[in-house]
């Protein structure tokens, strides 16, 4: 993760969020899947094997650029099971969150010390039903492929690498965050909005710059613009790419890029094309201040994933730890507890498989094409107790969390994507100005 230096909660300004969003979607292994997992649990019907207790384990990252994320992740994963428990729990009994040395109260992020592969071992051999994490994308096999195989569902909060979609676990990999290439669709509606009939893209070399300038173009063509040109350039050689940019003279430029942001940048403002023109994709959007030329970012916007917690959700986060300054990945973090909590009351059944098998059914996604997910009415519900009510009065929960709206698809992947919109001042400093939602059926 590209983590940027932090100051305050991501609720109150936009300086601890910065890319650091971004960089989970950095897969350093092939994403073709080296877990011989087939099938789709997602969909599957399955016969109920658990114990009747609850166990939900977390996997936080050890070492990297993501691991300040930790706190915010275990802050969000203590309260959502509070708050079940607080509700009844499962079946009348806790919700017990593993590793015990990291659930305890006062307990922090410094407990998880072990790489992921070896978390999982011991989550399993603790007995974890579902499994919360990791944060960074390029973690995220390393987990799937000793869980899978064991029946054990893992749902990511913060993995947005577009090829975990297709990877081969069997359906038992879900996640709360949106896939890189979901902001492809929002990134376009904002040069749209503004009035801009043809649009280009400048995108850094590699798999995050193809896939999200892709989804840009594709989008941009659906609402009828000319996109003109999707131009690559490699870090710090991004002279020649402007310039080709610039002769096509479009409306908008989108730029997506993460460590060759700023260069690309520079040389956008240096060919001429800077302030409104540009929109910044989340691996670009940061504070540049000074770093470039005064005003070059003028009426520039940029997006970033997610939503500003409300009032409450922070009052909660800062109960379960006083200390926390930085909120990113809290809301989906509460939120993949909550599903694995409610899926397993829906299924009456804490085994791994039942919960994968009922996942998407209570996130109001993609449901089972037989069995009593496939055709009991749903009823929107906010909360863990909320949602219970829905069960006792036999219809299906349809989870809306604190990210929002998720509908897992058969994938697992969410349907529903919120952005925060910055736009930047004089000072090349960019500050909440809007939001934006992409959507897609389940």
């Given amino acids: 993760m590209d983590a940027q230096p932090s100051g305050g909660r991501r609720s109150r300004t936009f300086s601890l969020v910065a890319p650091l969003l971004a960089g989970c979607a950095a897969l350093a292994v092939g994403l073709a899947g080296c877990s011989a997992q087939v099938g789709n649990a997602r969909l599957d019907a399955v016969t109920p094997s658990g114990d009747g207790v609850l166990h939900i384990g977390m996997i936080l990252d050890n070492t990297g650029s993501s691991a300040f994320l930790n706190e915010s992740e275990l802050a969000a994963a203590k309260l959502a099971v509070k708050q079940i428990n607080d509700a009844g729990g499962y079946k009348g009994h806790p919700v017990e969150l593993l590793p015990a040395s990291a659930a305890s109260d006062g307990s922090s992020a410094a407990a998880f010390t072990a790489d992921t592969a070896s978390q999982a071992k011991a989550l399993l051999a603790a ?19 000793i869980l899978s195989p064991a029946r054990i569902p893992l749902i990511s909060p913060a993995n947005t690498a577009s090829g975990l979609s297709s990877y081969k676990s069997g359906g038992f990999y879900f996640r709360t965050s949106a896939a890189d290439a979901a902001q492809g669709s929002v990134l376009a509606k904002l040069a749209h909005d503004s009035g801009a009939k043809t649009l280009s893209v400048l995108h850094e070399a590699g798999d995050y710059g193809t896939r999200v300038s892709a989804a840009v173009m594709d989008a941009a063509r659906s609402l009828g613009m000319n996109a003109v040109s999707n131009v690559e350039f490699a870090s710090g050689k991004a002279a020649p790419a402007a310039a080709s940019i610039k002769s096509g003279t479009p409306d908008a430029v989108v730029v997506v890029a993460r460590d060759g942001a700023q260069g690309a940048l520079a040389e956008l403002m240096n060919a001429g094309l800077s302030g409104k023109k540009l929109i910044l994709s989340d691996g670009a959007i940061r504070q540049y201040g000074s770093a470039l030329g005064a005003g070059g970012l003028d009426g520039a916007r940029g997006i970033l994933p997610g939503v500003f917690p409300g009032v409450d959700f922070q009052a909660g986060l800062t109960g379960i730890d006083p200390k926390l300054k930085d909120t990113t990945y809290a809301a989906e973090t509460y939120d993949a507890v909550t599903l694995a909590a409610l899926a397993a009351a829906a299924a009456d059944d804490d085994a791994g498989a039942s919960i994968a098998a009922w996942l998407t ?16 009415e749903r009823a929107s519900c906010t909360s863990y107790k909320d949602c219970v009510e829905v069960l006792k009065a036999a219809k299906l929960p349809d989870y809306d969390g604190e990210s929002g709206t998720i509908g897992f698809d058969s994938n697992g992947d969410v349907t529903s994507s919120n952005y925060m919109v910055f736009t930047y001042g004089a000072d090349n400093t960019a500050r909440v100005s809007g939001k934006e939602t992409a959507s897609r059926t389940p």
């Fill in 127 to 145: 007995h974890a039903d579902v499994v919360v994490g990791p944060t960074d994308s390029s973690h995220a096999p390393a987990a799937i492929d």
């Fill in 361 to 376: 059914t209570v996130a109001g996604g993609t449901r089972p094409t037989s069995g009593a997910a496939a055709s009991k």
